[in-house]
């Protein structure tokens, strides 16, 4: 899977920066210790789809951190894409401690530094909504009981090695198991899988992120009458489904058809998947005014 | 426990920035996904302890992240400690995939960015070695089955909350467990514990981190006619022990005589700590011509 790279606006602490000028400090915290937290968020027609559950979410992750809430991130974020004005965009949202030399100990009296970036919406092959992702089950294990398990920190080192390997596997995505064992996520996605009777999804407690789009799914079953449970799976459960699908804030609802030289189902998008995806471009219809 | 804040000299690709110019692109990888690794290293009259196996480190790290291979990291670092001119100094090698926008998967015609940074040695209260340091066990676990397992990656943010739950209970510092519960290392530190009989320190299969530091101390063993040993133990095998002690870079071996309200030993630095200690403090002299 190819994404071509877009042409990206930068504004810093509330600032547009001109290309040449998009810049933070060497000591900023966000570098040296991945001391932060971001949002990504899809923006349709000059609105961020539920903004809000994003700030909700970042404003709990820097509460647990200790950074100060930004009050100010919902204007400049607002006012990043109306000026941006890329047609549908990816906005990106990242608040880091600050700049501060040495030491892990965060300082009292650091300021912390707020980039909002916003380019256009990647360019995901259609591929993969037609035909569905196939994933790699990640050799390292997602940490359910980590420090920060649940909160979007800078800290996706481990995300970027399990998609390396992954690509190197040929698959398109990577699967990660929690340290017992159990389904978790995908390198940056919440996972569902269809048993035919139920749709499951990991619980927070496998070290699943609690993701927008997520949520929205778990929202979207009562109206389509289908019955859906944050549950404890294991792998087994996954590949004896009969579909499965991958969720994140950009790349929305994909099936997953495969993992590794196993097929999900028939090893085609099925069509509960197809109900899901139509109904949550129903919900971006609807909540974007489109 | 208080360091005073050091004026940092920041070199970036080889060259010395103004302090008004510290910067690097808010799009590059090792800020917005942690994707790049770091060295934090002592130098002394102008000579950085064990600079080449700080070197050897990384550059295995960067070669697991597939992260080019940066044979001049060695020149600037040695360049930048003769230039800085600031006594004994703390130095800190940062080398990040480079800047890149949009997505988890890493760009093939990206080119790395490298920083060096140059302070005076923090000034570590003299308490902490005379008295030694109070630990807390950190609520979360580190990930012994993680993809960057043994990687000193950016990815720093759950010793940060580790370290500020730790200050929170008046504690130095936190000590982690794995998550099958055993002893695994400090917030940035290894960890060894004297038993009376045997000095154990806890595998890389605990996820500890291959501490340059924690090499030395298994160096020194021999000649101090200890016995020593790479060796998985729990919480209770430190607390029933006579003596412990942290290994970093920077802070070199403190003493451990308390973990939450449990005294280790006689609640005091012990004669094996000390002698450990001495025996570092001749080695760094010795290799640093001092």
Redesign the interface.
């Given at each position: 899977?190819s994404?071509a790279?877009?042409?990206?606006a930068?504004w810093?602490d509330g600032k547009r920066?001109s290309s040449g000028d998009?810049?933070?400090?060497?000591?900023?915290?966000?570098?040296?210790?991945?001391?932060g937290v971001?949002e990504t968020m899809p923006a349709f027609g000059g609105t961020v789809f539920r903004l809000d559950q994003h700030l909700r979410r970042l404003e709990g992750a820097l509460a647990?951190?200790?950074i100060p809430s930004q009050p100010m991130a919902r204007d400049w974020v607002v006012d990043a894409v109306r000026s941006a004005d890329v047609g549908d965009a990816?906005v990106?949202l990242?608040v880091?401690?600050g700049a501060?030399?040495?030491?892990?100990?965060?300082?009292s009296d650091v300021r912390p530094t707020v980039?909002v970036?916003v380019?256009p919406m990647?360019a995901f092959p259609s591929s993969i909504y037609e035909h569905g992702l196939v994933a790699h089950v990640?050799?390292?294990?997602?940490?359910e009981?980590?420090?920060?398990?649940g909160?979007k920190?800078?800290?996706?080192?481990?995300?970027?090695?399990?998609?390396?390997?992954a690509?190197r596997s040929g698959a398109d995505d990577a699967l990660f198991l929690d340290?017992a064992g159990h389904c978790s996520e995908g390198?940056?996605s919440n996972l569902f899988a269809w048993t035919g009777d139920s749709l499951l999804t990991p619980p927070l407690s496998c070290a699943a992120l609690p993701g927008i789009t997520r949520a929205a799914v778990l929202e979207l079953a009562q109206p389509l009458g289908v019955h859906v449970e944050e549950c404890v799976f294991g792998l087994d459960v996954l590949l004896e489904g009969e579909e499965a699908f991958l969720t994140s804030s950009l790349r929305g609802l994909a099936p997953l058809v495969r993992v590794g030289g196993h097929a999900i189902g028939t090893g085609k998008p099925g069509d509960l998947t197809r109900r899901f995806m139509a109904a949550y471009a129903n919900l971006i219809a609807l909540e974007c005014s489109l």
């Open positions: 899977m994404v790279a877009p042409a990206t930068v810093i920066r998009v810049h933070i400090s060497a000591l900023d915290r966000g570098l040296t210790l991945a001391d971001f647990t951190l200790g990816s990106r990242t880091t401690r501060a030399p040495g030491g892990v100990a965060p300082p980039i970036s380019g990647p990640a050799s390292g294990r997602r940490n009981h980590a420090m920060t398990a909160l920190t800078l800290a996706y080192t481990d995300a970027v090695l399990a998609l390396i390997e690509r340290t390198s940056s």
